[in-house]
């Protein structure tokens, strides 16, 4: 697209509104609580997109396509799935994104459909399973632990990493070019074959954004996130 209304100019606009709502929204009224807030969060956003996008490259990799393994993806080195504009965007704005796994489909050995489900969903599946091991640790430390102020701050933390996981999860299932969720629904219902997919696909990133800035995405998944994760605290308080 050029001119005026280019992918840059549109997405620059997008983080100008999203800037200005967080600012109106009292984010950084008190910075020293900011700041301590995103301490505590910084862990639980690397290691919800570390491992996520580790879980691509792997499961890409041992489908058949060396491209990950190549690029150096198929680590849990955060330094190599962290986008560091991402990063600074998430913390001022609160959407951001990690470096995306470049995959070559046609290096799959098997059911080439298949193995594409199998890398889009491996990363909300392992997001879903930190969720629930974080989720049980957090649990044994409220009915077990000791108090301090240093495990306390470790509660923060951990706090951080369930939600987190979960809205990674959450986040990547929705179906909306180019998360996860769409590139599953495409290999289930082979949307390839639809004239109209070619063009949604291209036009999904500018979709996303306009869901995000009049909150659809915090509409749609608030609840289900409650849900999740009053779920998984209380199996674990349930078994422990």
Do not use: C
């Not at 020293?32 to 997109?49: D, H, R, S």
């Not at 995306?100 to 459909?113: D, E, M």
């Not at 390839?192 to 954004?209: E, V």
């Amino acid at each position: 697209m050029k001119g005026p209304f280019s992918g840059n100019t549109i997405f620059i606009i997008f983080l100008v509104i999203m800037a200005f709502n967080a600012f109106r929204s009292g984010r950084f009224d008190d910075p020293g609580q900011w700041l301590l807030n995103m301490l505590l969060l910084l862990p639980a956003i690397v290691i919800g997109i570390t491992f996520h996008e580790a879980a691509h490259a792997y499961s890409a990799y041992k489908l058949g396509d060396q491209t990950p393994k190549v690029q150096g993806r198929v680590t849990l080195n955060p330094l190599k799935h962290i986008d560091p504009i991402g990063i600074i965007v998430l913390i001022f704005v609160g959407f951001g994104w990690g470096r995306p796994v470049q995959v070559n489909p046609y290096a799959f050995t098997k059911n080439r459909r298949l193995a594409n489900i199998i890398v889009d969903i491996s990363g909300v599946v392992t997001n879903l399973i930190l969720a629930f091991v974080f989720a049980g640790i957090v649990t044994s430390i409220t009915l077990y632990a000791y108090y301090s102020d240093v495990l306390y701050f470790v509660y923060l933390i951990l706090i951080n990493v369930v939600r987190i996981n979960l809205v990674l999860m959450l986040f990547n299932l929705l179906p909306v070019p180019p998360l996860d969720g769409f590139g599953i629904i495409t290999e289930l219902f082979d949307l390839r074959r639809y004239s109209w997919h070619k063009p949604l696909y291209n036009g999904g990133m500018f979709i996303l954004l306009a869901l995000i800035i009049f909150g659809v995405v915090g509409w749609l998944l608030g609840p289900a996130l409650a849900t999740i994760q009053n779920g998984i605290y209380s199996f674990w308080y349930a078994i422990l």
